[in-house]
């Protein structure tokens, strides 16, 4: 099995905001970028995220071979409840994934 992380140079995940998180793919080449845009569909990130689709925005930037991903925080950070102040958790999820 291929995963993201082994195709990619590095997946990122942080704060972007108290309200929301980013995770940031950066692919390193064109074809990484190929590759693992036709791979990760929206819902199959939705779904590792366990987010509603329509919450889950989306970016893929060619001219830096970069996809990133924005969802709103499931906890406002900072809450008594977040486990995750930081926001760097969620990179796991995408990094773990099967490419095909």
Do not use: Y
């Not at 590792?48 to 001219?63: C, E, G, H, P, Y």
């Not at 499931?74 to 490419?99: C, F």
Request: charged share 20%; proline share 4%; hydrophobic share 50%.
């Amino acid at each position: 099995m291929t995963t993201v992380a082994d195709v990619v140079v590095k997946v990122r995940s942080k704060n972007a905001g108290p309200f929301w998180l980013t995770v940031d793919i950066f692919c390193g080449s064109a074809e990484a970028f190929a590759q693992v845009k036709a791979s990760l569909s929206t819902e199959r990130v939705a779904a590792a995220f366990q987010a509603d689709i329509s919450d889950l925005k989306r970016f893929d930037i060619a001219s830096l071979n970069v996809i990133k991903f924005s969802l709103p925080r499931p906890t406002i950070q900072g809450d008594i409840n977040d486990r995750d102040m930081h926001g760097a958790g969620w990179a796991p999820l995408i990094a773990e994934l099967d490419v095909n």
